[in-house]
């Protein structure tokens, strides 16, 4: 990039750091990430591949760092519309697809978590995003406590991680590829493509009677 000037104050290291971010999330709604290099997130954001390294020694630093983004988001989102719904195993269901299905990046960097991102990461940028997961949990724990004060935080915990489990297993379930969905045809197999928020409503709304049931 011709006329890249180092970036000299904190201010500035972050407006770097925001471009590389919104970069990545750029090509990552457009293409599988499997596709993606770091060449190919210096090109978009307008950065050469030496200056990325100032910043970044992996692609799946990137996307730890806005999955971190991505998931302080929908965390705020899902504690403002969780009061908003009855306290009821619908309420929850509601609040928590209603929340998730709009945010298709958050769930494609869930779905490769724990096989891609956590694995291609110094560990100081892993604890850094540990940190933003505790805290994101502990908001969220909170939210469903003073919902259903039958749950204590251990409870909400468990419900909780469950459900993003269950989701980052169900949305590359419901969006497969021209391939995969062929292949599922061949044979016989019941497409789940389009469902992701109606498995998602389900799931949900079992999971929290399941724990209300067992809390007493």
Known sequence: MTGF???????????????????????????????????????????TRSNLYKYYRTREAIYLDLLSRELTDWTAAFAAALALEPATSAGFAAAWAGTLSPRPRLLRLLAILHTHLERGVSLERLVAYKRVLFQAMTQAVAALCARWPALDPEAAEGLLTVQVATVSGLFPMTHLNARQQQAAEAVGFRSYAGRFEGLCRAAAQAGLAAALAEAG
């Open 5 to 47: 000037e180092r970036a000299r104050s904190e201010a500035q290291k972050a407006q770097r750091r925001d471009a590389l971010l919104a970069a990545a999330a750029a090509l990552l709604d457009g293409q599988d990430f499997d596709g993606i290099t770091l060449a190919a997130i210096a090109r978009e954001a307008g950065f």
